[in-house]
């Protein structure tokens, strides 16, 4: 149980052009959904928690208009990267919460973005 | 200075060997310990959950609290080659399911046959 998918599982983009990311619960209804970012070789880092039917909730320094989040569903969140640029190249993780605890994140796959 | 900090390896034993990965912390607040196994190109996948000082057991896997020095550690005993990997910690503050975790860097280990 606790299975998390995402889509696609990797994407190479041209700079300017936008990019959706879908997160989805498979076996489990989901009221929150995380999204991070890993870059090579670094820790995971918290872009935005988003819950489902409300706006999300970016981090300082995340961009929510480059960064979009649309939690639509208790099983399916989406992160649209806007205008993307090499930079924005990286690793994007999501994972779903399906209980009360700490420990109750359960993580996606990831996708993998490059941006020509 | 980072709020955990974790040796990113990479870190190379022979099968069987008893693994030793560590991360400090600097936040006192800090009170929900996991550690992640992630390989790569894959999410984290969980593999212990601790908030007391002192040890728990999992199988070959024991995860270590010492909150009055803010280190943590997993042991991995008879290791694996299937065991290589990266390993995260990650804390938080909360024991709510929306609190914000923060990771370490990352071990990367690696079990030789």
């Known amino acids: 149980g606790a299975v998390v998918s995402q889509h696609p599982s990797w994407v190479i983009c041209k700079s300017g052009t936008s990019v959706k990311i879908e997160c989805r619960s498979l076996?489990?209804?989901?009221?929150?959904m995380f999204w991070y970012r890993q870059f090579p070789k670094q820790s995971l880092m918290l872009m935005a928690t988003s819950n489902e039917g409300s706006k999300a909730t970016y981090e300082q320094g995340v961009e929510k208009d480059k960064f979009l989040i649309n939690h639509a569903s208790l099983t399916l969140s989406t992160l649209t990267v806007t205008s993307a640029h090499p930079e924005d190249s990286s690793f994007y993780i999501c994972?779903?919460?399906?209980?009360?605890?700490?420990?109750?994140?359960?993580f996606g796959p990831g996708t993998r973005l490059t941006v020509l | 200075q980072k709020e955990v900090e974790q040796d990113p390896g990479p870190l190379s034993v022979p099968e069987g060997a008893i693994v030793s990965l560590n991360c400090t912390y600097s936040?006192?607040?800090?009170?929900?310990f996991m550690w992640y196994r992630q390989y790569s190109r894959k999410g984290p996948e969980l593999l212990m959950y601790t908030y007391s000082s002192g040890n728990k057991e999992d199988g070959r896997f024991t995860a270590q609290v010492d909150k009055s020095s803010k280190y943590i550690s997993l042991f991995i005993r008879d290791s694996q080659p299937s065991d290589s990997a990266t390993y995260l910690c990650a804390m938080t503050r909360t024991s709510s399911n929306t609190g914000k975790l923060i990771f370490g860097q990352g071990t990367t280990l690696q079990v030789k046959p």
């Open positions: 936040n006192s607040a800090f009170q929900y």
């Open positions: 076996d489990f209804q989901a009221t929150t």
């Open positions: 994972s779903a919460t399906s209980g009360t605890g700490a420990d109750t994140q359960y």
